[in-house]
């Protein structure tokens, strides 16, 4: 990196933390800290809403996934706008009737206070690793590819976000999220653009997506019903709605947005808002990425992204074997340049697009072997690649100055996602653990500081898990899964509490905790693909609570009933 990159990046996240401060200092009271005084209008709900859920992970992994998988990926978000429907539908007009500043405070007025403790508790193991992961993703990363401390980084990343998060609780995060917002959409537009530019002047956009279909990039639709297959339509619009309902219906990290709507019809049109953006959205992230892979046709590229790898294979005994994988990939490179360069100029398109296949099939395979052999010289490495391809593309093609953006845009997305993590975590612990269980009458004042206390406590812990966590496969992969193991088992407590109204609070507890273990059991064993868990989870907790609500019976206080 440069001086020019040092300079946009620090100035970048500077700013950002610094206007979060300014402008939201002086919270008066819990209103104005946790539900931002209810002021925030539907664009500022809609830009927060996709801030929180789009982390550094999706603009690190995502480009990663579609240049090793192509655009199939885009299917997890097929039940996006289902969702969103049904929760402008059903949540919002609920939560703003009731007046709750948790999603939980519900579940004690439908069901009693041990269902509404538990459901928050839920939540807060499943987003306090999330907000760790959120900080150690591009923590990892950044550490790997600049030789930055890693635990540094991990330190610097909470410290910022925890700065103004404390300082200015929802509205801070609100106000800082459009701005983040708004540097992601120009870096990553900025590097589209570089990417085709970067192209022979022969090869147009067309060509280039021509050239990545060939190769099985731009498969978009699977409609197959194989359950060994993560990312099909169907999983998308069955399990990614359910994941979604969950995530945006019943986390707090996302309730806590809209609830800051300054009417029921701001946060229903941030949420539609939210739902046509996301989809074409992830299109485009995953485009990026697909044409980073075009690139690479022209380009040559590293056997193995991470440079870590490199070092551990080339300091080990399998050092020559790599050498001779990184000669073959040479080799493979060449050839290509050569069946590229007749592509479109010969009539046999066919004959050129199965000798393009063969030589990409050949560079997997390759890739493949190189993976081994990293494994062998060093098992505790993680040999999946996919979270360094762009970062690697960003490092070394990408002009002075852009650099530094591009490093300002993955810390941008991990900091907004981390500040509504870190923001609703204190929320819930302060509202639905702390005052619900304190006996003594307190002031205003003694909540509103309290959660300050919390913010900063669940601060410290993202650090720590973050400090201490280890890479997963696809880091994306890692947070949905995380998500999915207890979201399906919490919408379920949701739906028991909005539409089964014979089913009470005994049912309900008893059947959520026997679903969480049979959740986490599916996904230890691998029964089924994450994405279904949340399908999984959400009917089997419906099923347990309906079918043993006559054995044990239950008093409910309900203002539903």
């Given at each position: 990196m440069q001086t020019i990159d040092w300079i946009v990046l620090t100035f970048t996240l500077l700013f950002i933390v610094t206007y979060g401060v300014w402008k939201t200092r002086g919270s008066k009271n819990v209103q104005d800290y946790i539900k931002g005084g209810s002021e925030a209008k539907w664009w500022t709900i809609g830009l927060s809403v996709m801030a929180t859920q789009a982390s550094a992970i999706t603009f690190l992994s995502t480009p990663g996934q579609a240049f090793h998988s192509g655009m199939g990926f885009v299917q997890f978000y097929f039940g996006l706008p289902i969702a969103m429907v049904i929760i402008c539908m059903v949540f919002i007009p609920l939560y703003h009737k009731l007046k709750v500043y948790t999603a939980y405070e519900y579940l004690e007025s439908r069901f009693d206070l041990k269902t509404r403790t538990l459901t928050a508790i839920l939540f807060l193991i499943q987003r306090g690793l999330g907000a760790g992961i959120t900080i150690f993703a591009p923590a990892i990363i950044l550490s790997a590819v600049l030789g930055w401390d890693l635990t540094t980084l991990n330190i610097l990343i909470g410290i910022l976000v925890i700065v103004y998060t404390v300082s200015g609780g929802t509205k801070a995060v609100n106000i800082t999220q459009k701005h983040q917002m708004a540097i992601i959409f120009t870096g990553m537009f900025i590097a589209f653009?570089?990417?085709?530019?970067?192209?022979?002047?022969?090869?147009?956009?067309?060509?280039?997506?021509?050239?990545?279909?060939?190769?099985?990039?731009m498969e978009i639709l699977d409609f197959s019903f194989d359950l060994t297959n993560r990312y099909t339509f169907w999983t998308g619009i069955l399990g990614g709605t359910f994941l979604m309902l969950s995530y945006f219906g019943t986390d707090q990290s996302q309730v806590q947005r809209y609830l800051s709507g300054k009417s029921i019809k701001e946060s229903q049109l941030g949420l539609i808002f939210n739902g046509l953006l996301k989809v074409?959205?992830?299109?485009?992230?995953?485009?990026?990425?697909?044409?980073?892979?075009?690139?690479?046709?022209?380009?040559?590229?590293?056997?193995?992204?991470?440079?870590?790898?490199?070092?551990?294979?080339?300091?080990?005994?399998?050092?020559?074997?790599?050498?001779?994988?990184?000669?073959?990939?040479?080799?493979?490179?060449?050839?290509?340049?050569?069946?590229?360069?007749?592509?479109?100029?010969?009539?046999?398109?066919?004959?050129?697009?199965?000798?393009?296949?063969?030589?990409?099939?050949?560079?997997?395979?390759?890739?493949?072997?190189?993976?081994?052999?990293?494994?062998?010289?060093?098992?505790?490495?993680?040999?999946?690649?996919?979270?360094?391809?762009?970062?690697?593309?960003?490092?070394?093609?990408?002009?002075?100055g852009l650099i530094g953006l591009l490093l300002a845009v993955i810390l941008s997305a991990a900091m907004s996602s981390t500040a509504s993590e870190l923001n609703a975590l204190a929320s819930t612990t302060a509202i639905d653990l702390y005052k619900r269980n304190v006996k003594e009458e307190k002031t205003e004042k003694h909540f509103l500081v309290a959660s300050k206390l919390f913010t900063l406590l669940w601060g410290l812990i993202a650090i720590f898990v973050a400090c201490f966590a280890n890479l997963f496969d696809n880091l994306i992969q890692l947070v949905n899964i995380i998500g999915s193991i207890f979201y399906g088992n919490v919408l379920g407590i949701f739906l028991l509490a909005f539409f089964i109204k014979f089913v009470h609070s005994n049912a309900t507890f008893i059947a959520a905790l026997i679903t969480q273990v049979i959740v986490v059991l599916g996904w230890y064993f691998d029964w089924m693909p994450y994405l279904w868990l949340n399908l999984f989870g959400c009917v089997l907790v419906m099923v347990i609570a309906m079918s043993i609500q006559p054995i044990v019976g239950s008093r409910t206080n309900s203002l539903s009933d």
């Open positions: 653009f570089l990417i085709i530019s970067y192209l022979p002047e022969n090869i147009t956009f067309s060509n280039a997506l021509e050239i990545a279909g060939a190769n099985g990039k074409p959205m992830q299109f485009f992230i995953l485009l990026v990425g697909v044409m980073v892979f075009v690139f690479y046709q022209f380009n040559p590229s590293p056997l193995h992204f991470n440079p870590n790898s490199k070092i551990a294979i080339e300091n080990s005994e399998y050092a020559s074997e790599y050498s001779n994988l990184e000669k073959d990939q040479s080799d493979i490179y060449r050839h290509k340049q050569e069946a590229i360069s007749t592509y479109f100029n010969t009539e046999d398109e066919s004959k050129n697009k199965s000798v393009l296949q063969k030589l990409n099939i050949a560079d997997k395979k390759n890739r493949e072997a190189a993976k081994v052999l990293i494994k062998k010289a060093n098992p505790d490495i993680e040999t999946n690649d996919k979270d360094y391809v762009f970062i690697h593309f960003i490092l070394n093609n990408l002009p002075r």
